[in-house]
């Protein structure tokens, strides 16, 4: 299998001893190409750092919403300077968190919409993080009647709600949650999506597949995720590799480099 794994946080803190080891047990499961998604600035510029080193991982750079209530408009336009790097093919993560509340809802709202206006400006598509917040984030996305290209990441919705990404145009990613055994309403949303639409990610090192659920996730384990989705789908986990990986390189705009 030839993998993409369009979201993980090769960034974090959890690979600080082991990292160039995660690295190559990725390229030996067949995961050729890793988006490393930031979350605020430190982790954005190390995305971009882990760009500019190994060839066939990316960046996304943004500032997630448990972070909303601090964010100022010098880290906007840092954001802003991030995103004219070469290496920089996505805004994200962003979007809207309100099972936590780490910020404020409104400001959660307000700085969302910020950096979707950044994205109109700079043409890059996003990586949205939603929970608990789908009528909001679709509210916010429709505000303006602008289109957006990117991705839902970690999607978990009804179909409902995935038909009404859909209609936006976005892709969703699934990840580690649908080789979960109490996993009932995501393989039904699986079995609808039109399979151009489809991303696999892995959130490493968070959401581990079976059967490593509840360890360190790491990219190595996208294998599994596809595997289970071709049985859902009735589909060989190498033509669900292929498939996928081609939607992640259109998504974010990048050829065939590998």
């Not at 448990?66 to 995103?83: F, G, I, K, Q």
């Not at 209609?167 to 039109?194: I, Q, S």
Request: charged share 20%; proline share 6%; with cysteine.
């Amino acid at each position: 299998m030839r993998l993409f794994d369009t979201h993980c946080h090769l960034n974090d803190e959890a690979y600080q001893e082991d990292l160039p080891t995660i690295i190559a047990r990725a390229r030996a499961a067949g995961v050729e190409q890793m988006l490393v998604v930031g979350y605020d600035l430190p982790s954005s510029q190390r995305a971009l750092q882990l760009a500019e080193a190994e060839k066939g991982i990316y960046a996304a750079v943004g500032i997630h919403p448990h972070d909303a209530a601090t964010v100022t408009d010098d880290d906007l336009r840092s954001l802003e300077a991030m995103l004219t790097h070469p290496q920089a093919v996505a805004l994200g993560e962003i979007g809207l968190d309100y099972h936590y509340d780490h910020s404020p809802r409104p400001r959660q709202q307000e700085v969302f919409r910020q950096q979707l206006a950044l994205a109109q400006k700079t043409g890059k598509p996003v990586v949205i993080h939603g929970r608990e917040a789908h009528a909001d984030l679709l509210a916010a996305l429709k505000a303006e009647g602008d289109t957006y290209q990117g991705v839902m990441h970690c999607f978990s919705g009804s179909n409902e709600i995935a038909a009404a990404y859909l209609d936006l145009n976005l892709y969703l990613a699934v990840g580690g949650p649908v080789t979960f055994k109490n996993a009932r309403k995501l393989p039904e949303v699986v079995k609808r999506l039109p399979l151009d639409r489809l991303l696999l990610e892995t959130d490493a090192p968070y959401l581990a597949p079976h059967p490593w659920r509840g360890k360190r996730n790491e990219p190595a384990f996208l294998v599994a995720v596809a595997e289970q989705v071709g049985t859902i789908l009735g589909i060989a986990p190498g033509e669900i590799a292929e498939l996928t990986r081609e939607n992640g390189e259109a998504c974010f705009g990048l050829g065939r480099t590998l």
